[in-house]
C-alpha cells in the first residue's frame, strides 16, 4: 500500500513541477528580410514527446515567417541549401532514486560542485518530506547549422537554460512559472536565427 501512494506521489510530482527560464529573453527584430531561395530542413536531437513540441515551434516560426521561397525536409528536397537544428541537451542525474539518466561519474568529474549542490539538496528535501524542492538545472544549446550543397556555411547557436523545482512549494508557485515564456524562446531563437543569418544566403 504504501509502494502504491509512494508511486502516485512520484507521478504527481513529475507532471507537477515549476519550471523557470535562466536569462531573458531574446531581443529581436520582426521585419525579416526574405530569400527567394528553396530550402530544407533536418532535425538532429530533437527526440521524447517534449523535445518534438519545442522543434514544432521552430518549425512554424520557419514556415510563418515567409523568409524563404519553400521550406521543406531534406529527404524530400533537392535544394542546394539546407539547415541542421540541433538540439545539444547537458547530461543530468535522474530526479528520483532510479537509474541516472547519465552515469553519476560523468557529473562528478565534469562538474564536481554542482553535484555536490544537487545531492544535498537531494538530501534536505528528502529530510523534509519534498518540502523543500529538488531543483534541477537543464541546459540546452540550440544550434542552426547552414549547408550549401554539402558545404557549411555557418553556424548560429543559442542557449535555453531552465531551472525546474519539485515538491509541495514548487506546486504553489506553479501559476507563476515560466512556462509559457519558455514554449515561446525555441520560437524567439528561430527568429533571431533568421535575422542572424540574413546575409548568408546572398
Not at 26 to 54: R, T
Request: aromatic share 12%; with cysteine; glycine share 2%.
Amino acid at each position: 500500500m504504501k509502494n502504491s501512494i509512494l508511486s502516485l506521489l512520484i507521478l504527481f510530482f513529475l507532471s507537477n513541477c515549476s519550471t523557470f527560464l535562466i536569462g531573458k529573453r531574446p531581443a529581436i527584430n520582426q521585419n525579416i528580410p526574405k530569400v527567394e531561395k528553396d530550402i530544407s530542413y533536418e532535425l538532429v536531437g530533437w527526440k521524447g514527446k517534449e523535445n518534438k513540441i519545442k522543434a514544432t515551434e521552430i518549425l512554424k516560426t520557419l514556415h510563418r515567417s515567409d523568409k524563404f521561397k519553400s521550406i521543406s525536409h531534406f529527404v524530400k528536397s533537392d535544394s542546394d541549401w539546407k539547415i541542421q537544428i540541433i538540439l545539444d541537451e547537458s547530461p543530468q542525474l535522474a530526479l528520483l532514486l532510479d537509474e541516472p539518466v547519465q552515469p553519476v561519474s560523468w557529473m562528478v568529474e565534469k562538474r564536481p560542485s554542482r553535484y555536490a549542490l544537487y545531492i544535498l539538496n537531494r538530501i534536505v528535501s528528502g529530510a523534509t518530506r519534498l518540502v523543500i524542492p529538488i531543483f534541477q538545472i537543464t541546459e540546452e544549446i540550440i544550434t542552426f547549422r547552414i549547408w550549401k550543397q554539402n558545404q557549411k556555411i555557418a553556424e548560429y547557436t543559442y542557449p535555453v537554460e531552465t531551472l525546474r523545482a519539485f515538491g509541495w512549494v514548487s506546486l504553489i508557485l506553479l501559476p507563476f512559472d515560466d512556462r509559457k515564456d519558455i514554449r515561446l524562446i525555441y520560437s524567439d531563437y528561430a527568429l533571431k536565427f533568421l535575422n542572424d543569418s540574413e546575409k548568408i544566403y546572398e
